[in-house]
């Protein structure tokens, strides 16, 4: 992108291919994910100190082939198949064929994930994770409500959160009440019609994707005393935060950053069959825009993925 602004300023342009330093590896890139973060940053221009200034090549989630390795670098081989989050939030450049990245924010890319899979698991499922598991330490037998479970991070959450034992609750549209089932949610909620504050409660954990005060508020409804609210985007908002302190309930943001070893606790669900990655569709790198239109309508289940 050459300026902040609509689809449109997205454009392909030849650059120098990037060279590795000590401690990283070149992939050959297959696959790029994309993320909310991707279009906000190419609507407002995002943080300078963390993206630098326009002309700026977009994208953090990719999959691909280790094309060069530093001579310092021990996890990775010329020829391996890798997935992962490089430099968040300093710009990852995934947009490309080529990517840099510290061998250390990488994995190994799982037999039971396509290239175009393995891209669309980094940023949402490192997001799922840290939300979950380092912060919630998520458990047999707790009930975990998670919003927007049909879309990027919801659906890897579901996952997660059945894989550790919990019971799952779920928001999302009638029609995707099926693909949540198939995810292993326990109750599906209609968000459109149904008052979900109502309808549940003594709940554990809410993992609140959507973000913002009202829905803060009343997530906090549902929660059981002691109940933990995890807000992706945004951060907690300070009237849910005392709302939540004068209720005896805990909050918590999350902010995503590269972690090997959660990447690998993901691969490692995959290949126990207990993880899968919805792709709702994938374009050519050529139609970024496209793809980023589709993602900012907010309609996509699971991942919009590039393919390079």
């Given amino acids: 992108m050459t300026a902040p602004g609509g689809p449109e300023v997205l454009e392909l342009r030849e650059v120098d291919r990037p060279e590795p330093i000590t401690t990283e590896v070149l992939v050959r890139v297959a696959a790029v994910g994309i993320n909310p973060v991707d279009w906000k940053i190419r609507k407002s221009g995002g943080n300078p100190n963390a993206v630098g200034e326009p002309p700026l090549i977009l994208g953090w989630d990719i999959a691909g082939v280790v094309e060069e390795a530093a001579g310092n670098v021990t996890r990775f081989a010329v020829g391996d198949r890798v997935f992962g989050m490089p430099w968040f939030p300093r710009l990852g450049r995934a947009y490309a064929e080529y990517v840099t990245s510290p061998s250390r924010q990488l994995a190994r890319t799982p037999d039971g994930l396509t290239d175009e899979q393995a891209a669309g698991l980094p940023l949402a499922g490192l997001t799922a994770w840290q939300a979950l598991v380092d912060v919630a330490d998520v458990g047999e037998g707790d009930r975990v409500l998670i919003h927007a479970a049909a879309g990027g991070v919801g659906h890897i959450a579901v996952q997660i959160a059945k894989a550790r034992g919990a019971h799952v609750i779920g928001t999302a549209r009638a029609a995707n009440h099926d693909f949540l089932r198939q995810l292993g949610v326990d109750e599906p909620i209609d968000y459109t019609t149904t008052p979900w504050e109502q309808t549940v409660s003594d709940l554990d954990i809410v993992l609140d994707s959507i973000g913002g005060e009202d829905y803060g508020m009343r997530s906090l409804e549902t929660l059981n005393k002691d109940g933990l609210l995890i807000v992706v985007p945004g951060?907690?908002?300070?009237?849910?935060?005392?709302?939540?302190?004068?209720?005896?309930?805990?909050?918590?943001?999350?902010?995503?950053?590269?972690?090997?070893?959660?990447?690998?606790s993901l691969a490692a669900l995959v290949d126990e069959g207990r993880l899968r990655i919805e792709i709702d569709e994938t374009f050519p790198l050529a139609q970024v825009s496209e793809a980023h239109q589709l993602l900012e309508d907010g309609r996509a289940r699971g991942k919009i993925v590039l393919t390079v």
């Fill in 235 to 264: 951060g907690v908002p300070e009237a849910v935060a005392a709302a939540a302190e004068q209720q005896s309930k805990r909050t918590s943001g999350v902010q995503v950053e590269p972690d090997y070893c959660a990447l690998e």
